[in-house]
């Protein structure tokens, strides 16, 4: 096929703290990885990503950008605003008498984030500094009991005169979250209505948040930190996307640019509600890997990705991922749907420091990002980072560090790892730098074992999928003798979150708390009135959704609508998610349906014999999804061609430091290598984008899909490392 028969249609954004991937898709499913240095500017970043890419293609982006019909951005500068406390100075009004529960927080939020010894020892907690300040706060007199109904009638004039002291005082937006606002928004409405008054007789323009507009759920606090985030992170980060956007279309492009959001849809950059994409990245692995799975036959997958700053991981089973409602992020606990994952601040590029107090080895969790480390002098760091180990043991190649574009001093590098780790702990330079890629695959491998034991599943039942710019590094370290059915490395894994973004679908998801209870003594009038609820909830939804789509361009006809609740037995308090299995709600005949379905899946989540029926059922939440069909990306699929790689593959050796000696590593160019060939470690797999590392001990395959297999040969034997003792 040529250009004009085979365009560029999609494009996947993964913009991390680190480096920026792009992900180009043609119309046939092929598709080619771009990577560059973050940067301050998103737009430079993605700019210079996107040359890379289509150069493997022999294209430019003022040729490419005009054909395109998509393009998905994941990124975490939201996040980073919300952890830095950068965001848009933001006033907060709240019920009077409530004015300090923003910043005292919940209890867990204390120690949110901690290792396990932390949280035992309350000397170690402490209240990070609230996104609003308690001098931009004000209250306002009302209450809405929890029934919905009105206790005490709301007070507009206490309402109009904080408006008009917030303005003055210069912020930037107003958050609105009244108590019990969820069950009864009319009092929220009028307060909002009134803000929105005098903000225009004061001649201002700043946005306003009302909780009951973005996330009308209970418990007060997550709502109210989910509101605060749009003002406070999400306003300025549409700025940013839109400056991307404009960047874009001033290269000729047409689309309307879309985000990940954090349920594991894509967005687009003017929704209402963009906090929905305050993580973003990590969770385009995650929609990357479902899809990777359902194409090739795959139901039980953990997920790894190791970036230069985080370990993220999550499982899915049956083909599907897990959702929280009530999420917590940055040490805030938020009502945000959220692809359920588990995070670390153990990535390839974590700074590397000896403990004065233990005399040992600590890993981040703060990370070098896109300054790489020591061995790259233009970064201006002084402190040793994990990259510089890889390279002075010889994982990584000095001479193409992304490709060549970065010109590494490995000598700086040796020097700053002798002074700073070697000497203080007795050990060689090169055992020094093997114990810190020790411990982190330690650290890797036993919070992997965690996360998949702490749900009650076996290492046994699950392929592992490694990805991400260090995955393919450090996939034999951290899968090591955990039992997986297999190891599998992406060729493309150093785009594999752009590769998600890609891959999701245009979807808005909207929830809304309810309050159904349903026992044996229920009347069918109760059941009635329960089910008409919950209906009524997922018509309020449908419209909202249908707003966001019409933004884009989409009308009702456009939109396949997915329903669903959480339900639980009553008196437990977690609930499950549910797919109706009705499109819509009438009466009491379809409540069996409903609760058949939820029966089903407590049965798998849990276990047949921990129903309990006969406690009854709640209704806690309904949810409805809206989606729009969009491209994806197709799976290679290549003829075999045996199991010798071509000569041409095979670019030379190098020095390896493998089991506490110098080998010598075969090198391979991982584009060249053919489906069905075999190599064998010690051997590194280098290509601009990534490195794939195989010690001794292991080996890998490649398949049809060009999907490495990892394999470990034989049994290795444990040695007594007098590095990991001292460690």
């Known amino acids: ?49 996107s040359v ?16 395109m019909v998509t393009c998905v951005f994941s990124g975490t500068a939201m996040l980073n605003r919300v952890v830095g406390r950068k965001g848009l100075r933001t006033g907060l009004i709240v019920s009077k008498g409530f004015e300090d529960f923003h910043r005292m927080g919940r209890a867990l939020q204390c120690y949110l984030g901690y290792a396990f010894e932390d949280r035992l020892h309350l000397n170690t907690h402490k209240y990070d500094e609230s996104l609003v300040h308690i001098h931009d706060t004000r209250g306002v007199t009302e209450r809405i009991d929890s029934k919905g109904h009105v206790v005490i009638p709301v007070r507009v004039e206490e309402a109009i005169v904080a408006a008009g002291e917030l303005v003055d005082q210069g912020v930037k937006a107003i958050a609105i979250s009244l108590l019990s606002s969820y069950l009864n928004p009319t009092h929220e409405h009028a ?56 960047k874009m279309k001033s290269y000729g492009a047409t689309f309307d640019l879309r985000v990940m959001a954090t349920h594991g849809g894509t967005i687009g950059w003017k929704a209402k ?58 040490r805030l606990v938020l009502s945000l749907p959220m692809v359920a994952m588990d995070s670390i601040g153990a990535g390839a590029g974590s700074f590397v420091r000896i403990d004065p107090y233990s005399n040992s080895l600590k890993l981040g969790p703060d990370s070098a990002g896109y300054r790489v480390g020591t061995c790259w002098p233009e970064g201006g760091l002084d402190t040793v980072s994990v990259t510089d ?40 330079l090169e055992d020094a730098a093997a114990g810190v890629i020790e411990l982190l695959d330690l650290s890797l491998r036993q919070h992997l074992r965690a996360m998949i034991s702490g749900k009650g599943y076996s ?150 014999a921990a129903r309990s029926p006969e406690l009854g059922f709640g209704i806690t939440g309904a949810i409805l999804r809206g989606s729009v069909e969009t491209s994806k990306p197709a799976i290679p699929n290549e003829k075999d061609h045996g199991k010798q790689p071509p000569a041409g593959a095979k670019t030379g050796t190098r020095k390896f430091y493998d089991q506490r000696k110098w080998v010598e590593a075969d090198l391979y160019h991982m ?26 001990g292991f080996e890998t395959f490649l398949d049809n899909h060009r999907l490495f297999h990892l394999v470990e040969t034989d049994a290795i034997q444990k040695v007594a490392f007098n590095t990991v003792d001292a460690i």
Not at 52 to 67: K, N, Q, S
Not at 201 to 217: L, R
Not at 289 to 312: H, P, R
């Open 671 to 696: 584009e060249s290598l053919m489906p069905g060939n075999h190599v064998k470690g010690p051997c590194v797999i280098e290509s601009d984008a990534t490195t794939f590392v195989v010690p001794t």
């Open 389 to 428: 180990c890889h390279i002075i043991l010889g994982y990584l190649n000095p001479d193409n560090f992304l490709g060549g574009i970065l010109k590494l001093d490995v000598e700086r590098g040796r020097k700053c790892v002798q002074e700073q780790i070697a000497t203080p702990m007795g050990l060689s």
């Open 459 to 608: 290492p046994r039942d699950f392929v592992c999928f490694s990805y991400g710019g260090g995955g393919p590094v450090h996939a034999y370290g951290y899968t090591k003798g955990l039992g997986f059915k297999e190891t599998i490395v992406p060729a493309w894994a150093a785009g594999f979150s752009a590769f998600g973004c890609a891959s999701a679908d245009f979807e808005y998801r909207y929830d809304m708390s309810v309050n159904v209870g349903i026992t044996e003594e229920s009347t069918d009038e109760d059941l009635d009135v329960s089910v008409k609820q919950l209906q009524t909830a997922w018509d309020t939804l449908k419209v909202k959704i249908l707003e966001e789509f019409e933004i884009n361009g989409f009308s009702e006809k456009d939109i396949t609508f997915t329903p669903g609740y959480s339900m639980q037995y009553l008196g437990q308090l977690n609930d499950l998610e549910i797919d109706s299995p009705l499109k819509s709600v009438k009466d009491k005949k379809d409540w069996p349906a409903l609760v058949a379905a939820f029966d089903a899946e407590y049965a798998r989540v849990y276990a047949d």
């Open 273 to 330: 509600e963009l906090a929905r994409s305050l993580v973003s990245g990590p969770i385009g692995g995650v929609i990357g890997a479902k899809y990777l799975g359902e194409q090739l036959g795959y139901e039980n997958i953990a997920c790894s990705d190791i970036g230069g700053t985080s370990f993220d991981m999550a499982l899915i089973t049956g083909g599907n991922y897990s959702i929280h409602k009530d999420s917590d992020m940055a």
């Open 1 to 49: 096929m040529n250009e004009l028969t085979n365009p560029v249609e999609v494009l996947g954004i993964d913009a991390g703290g680190t480096m920026t991937d792009t992900f180009f898709v043609r119309a046939d499913g092929s598709f080619v990885v771009g990577k560059a240095q973050s940067d301050a500017d998103e737009s430079k970043a993605v700019l210079t990503s």
């Open 191 to 246: 307060v909002r209505d009134a803000v929105l008054k005098v903000i225009k007789d004061k001649g201002s323009n700043i946005p306003v948040f009302a909780s009951v507009d973005y996330y009308p759920a209970r418990k007060e606090s997550h709502r109210t930190n989910t509101t605060i985030l749009e003002a406070y992170a999400a306003e300025p980060s549409r700025k940013i996307l839109g400056a991307l956007s404009d």
């Open 52 to 67: 890379d890419a289509l150069a493997h293609w022999g294209r430019t982006v003022e040729d490419t950008y005009p054909e």
